[in-house]
């Protein structure tokens, strides 16, 4: 049976079909596929009698709505229909989950430092970019000497010291990631604090800032921008995913593979978007890619988990997880 444009849709949003999932870009959260939910529609149809097509419609719409309420191994507990908000409405499901636009209190957290240096910067004169723009040499260095510390920083400049802002690219990131949210601007050849985020500055302090970094840097920032992995955008979308496994599982430490392994058993059709190539499998890829875009990152970068590295060799890249306070502050689960 073909499912009409004006019929509920098969995901369990409640919507009609033409308003949801209609003309949707297939998502790895829909494990086969679309094929698959027409395939159990005409299951659920077969040897069934009924007197008009509202009829019909009522049957499958319950029998649906059954299937996507209930709780999905593969996706630790979350239901379908949870997943499908966590994934499309990640800031507008107040039922499952709610940001909180001020913290309880400061904000501990590497982006919330550089932001912090950025701001005193910046300060009432503003600050004056290069001439493409970028944030001037002499506050890079100066900028990355306070946030490494000397020890850190002698061994990150061994090789040559920060000539530009892309030098310091997590200096780079937190720029990039405050002009996206309307908290820095361009203004009559310097970069200043906007209005905004003076009030916030001055009502609320950092515990107002972050919420907005967060949501910005979830929904705005493009996370491949910083690496050289495919572009495998659904890692991004499926941040709230990576939230509720540390919300559930992150009071001790778990290493960083229990994580990939999650985020692959929910979502193993993430592989069919990785190119093919000769030095490593696409699934050496996503787990490699996940745990850089989804811990590193975006958990560890916004102080809401511990991203360890377990060696200490340069090129070692095993690590253990462990949330930290902050998570529980800027997300409040209600799953």
Not at 28 to 37: C, F, H, I, L, Y
Not at 213 to 239: C, E, I, M
């Amino acid at each position: 049976m073909k499912i009409s444009r004006n019929d509920p849709c098969p995901c369990g949003s409640g919507k009609k079909y033409k308003k949801c999932c209609l003309g949707r870009q297939q998502s790895p959260a829909q494990p086969d596929g679309v094929a698959e939910t027409f395939a159990e529609v005409r299951q659920l149809l077969k040897g069934k009698d009924f007197d008009s097509l509202e009829e019909a419609n009522a049957f499958l719409s319950t029998q649906m709505r059954q299937r996507n309420q209930a709780p999905q191994k593969d996706f630790d507990g979350l239901s379908s229909e949870q997943m499908h908000r966590f994934l499309h409405f990640p800031f507008e499901s107040d039922g499952l989950v709610v940001f909180p636009e001020r913290l309880g209190e400061e904000p501990t957290a590497p982006i919330m430092t550089l932001f912090g240096l950025l701001v005193e910067a910046i300060g009432e004169q503003g600050l004056k970019p290069t001439a493409k723009g970028n944030l001037p040499r002499n506050f890079c260095r100066e900028a990355a000497l306070s946030y490494w510390g000397e020890e850190v920083h002698r061994e990150r400049t061994q090789y040559g010291n920060i000539n530009k802002e892309e030098d310091f690219f997590d200096l780079r990131v937190t720029r990039l990631v405050a002009e996206l949210a309307g908290l820095i601007r361009k203004y009559r050849g310097k970069f200043i604090l906007s209005r905004d985020c003076r009030r916030l500055l001055d009502e609320q302090g950092m515990a107002g800032i972050f919420p907005r970094l967060l949501r910005t840097y979830a929904q705005k920032f493009n996370w491949a921008y910083r690496d050289g992995y495919p572009d495998l955008g659904f890692v991004q979308q499926s941040f709230l995913f990576i939230l509720y496994l540390l919300h559930r599982h992150g009071n001790n430490w778990k290493p960083h593979t229990f994580y990939a392994d999650s985020f692959l058993k929910a979502f193993p059709r993430v592989l069919d978007q990785v190119p093919a190539a000769s030095y490593r499998t696409p699934e050496e890829t996503v787990r490699s890619c996940y745990t850089h875009r989804a811990l590193e990152c975006f958990v560890g970068f916004f102080g809401l988990a511990e991203v360890e590295k377990i060696s200490k060799e340069r090129y070692s890249y095993n690590y253990r997880v462990k949330k930290l306070p902050l998570l529980d502050a800027a997300v409040c689960f209600r799953v």
